[in-house]
């Protein structure tokens, strides 16, 4: 089969691998779609997992099955499919509450082993997800970046009419911004620089959008009764944003902590402050379980608007020039590797 091995950070080859072989408890998936993350832009230029490389990246996927082992009985070849990607040991602490990414023996798909930026990936059938034959595959290809805001929500416990700063409007901050509008957040205020991701903001239900830094914290006390927000989302992983997500929330406000910040990064911490006022940091960063699950549902209800996401797309051959003209896109969500 074809693949993509990022050999080092920055540089691709599209190499004829061998097919994946699939044990008795795993399935063979025939990759369709597959999206650009952001957590492959961190691998791609060699800021997390380099230690893991030569590697096949890619997670956010869907296709179809193409292959099971001779034990697995509830799923069909032909069928469309998405994967969670999370691969833990099933039955030690953390697998069985839902943490799986804390199991000491965790593996991902296309971070930590191959991954979808190739022609088949194999993978335990227990975390294989069907979907109807009438969906699509582009749209399939969101359930695992859905379902990273579906989780950030549930772990901050976000609830109706509290009020949510968003720091960034990328791909992932624009989600967060489509999610919170489900869970009844009021208002949503979001911070992002670059005009054509501003936009599509306001389009994904933002009250306001914030383009200049300087006038942030005065909109967000402005627009909360002079508290401060509950939550502050940091969407973009830079230390100088955490800092400034901590000076916008409310005393007994939330740092819901997603964006992935190099291992050298850190942000000084004003403890006293943090227990007088009862303040926390509510860390997440990918969906599992059933937060794909619940994902799938409601993309497959059109809960999110996802024409910004789907719209551009490279062949797997091009995957070198897809990766390295990403800034000459803004008003393209995600980049979309197909196959076929």
């Known amino acids: 089969m074809k693949a993509a091995v990022l050999t080092k950070p920055k540089h691709f080859e599209i190499r004829e691998v061998s097919k994946p072989e699939i044990g008795p408890d795993d399935a063979l998936i025939k990759v369709e779609r597959c999206c650009i993350c952001g957590t492959d832009i961190h691998i791609f230029n060699g800021h997390y997992a380099a230690d893991e490389l030569p ?50 023996d965790v593996q991902q798909v296309g971070i930590s082993r191959n991954g979808a930026y190739a022609e088949y990936v194999a993978v335990p059938a227990r975390l294989v997800i069907c979907a109807p034959d009438n969906a699509s595959f ?15 929500a549930r772990k901050a416990d976000i609830r109706f009419g509290q009020s949510v700063v968003i720091l960034g409007a990328g791909p992932i901050g624009n989600l967060h911004i489509q999610m919170m509008r ?72 939330h740092v819901v902590a997603f964006g992935i910040t190099s291992p050298e990064e850190s942000v000084p911490l004003d403890l006293l402050n943090t227990v007088l006022c009862e303040n926390s940091v509510k860390g997440s960063v990918a969906g599992m379980g059933e937060d794909m699950h619940d ?29 390295e003209t990403l800034g000459d896109r803004p008003s393209s969500l995600k980049t979309q590797i197909v196959f076929g």
């Open 182 to 253: 489900l869970v009844g957040a009021a208002p949503i205020i979001v911070a992002e620089t670059i005009p054509e991701r501003a936009d599509l903001a306001r389009q994904a239900g933002a009250d306001a959008v914030v383009t200049d830094p300087e006038k942030m914290k005065k909109t967000v006390l402005a627009m909360t009764d002079n508290r401060g927000a509950d939550f502050v989302v940091e969407s973009v992983g830079r230390s100088d944003l955490y800092a400034k997500a901590f000076e916008l929330i409310r005393p007994g406000g």
């Open 295 to 323: 994902a799938m549902t409601l993309l497959l209800h059109d809960r999110f608007e996802t024409e910004a996401f789907t719209a551009t797309t490279f062949p797997l051959d091009d995957v070198q020039r897809a990766f």
């Open 55 to 104: 590697l096949v990246p890619g997670h956010e996927f869907a296709g179809t099955v193409a292959a099971l082992g001779e034990n697995v009985t509830h799923l069909s070849v032909g069928a469309k499919a998405v994967v969670d990607i999370n691969i833990g040991c099933g039955r030690c602490y953390y697998c069985r509450h839902n943490e799986i990414l804390n199991c000491p």
């Open 138 to 152: 582009d749209r399939l290809a969101l359930t695992e970046p859905v379902a990273c805001v579906v989780r950030s």
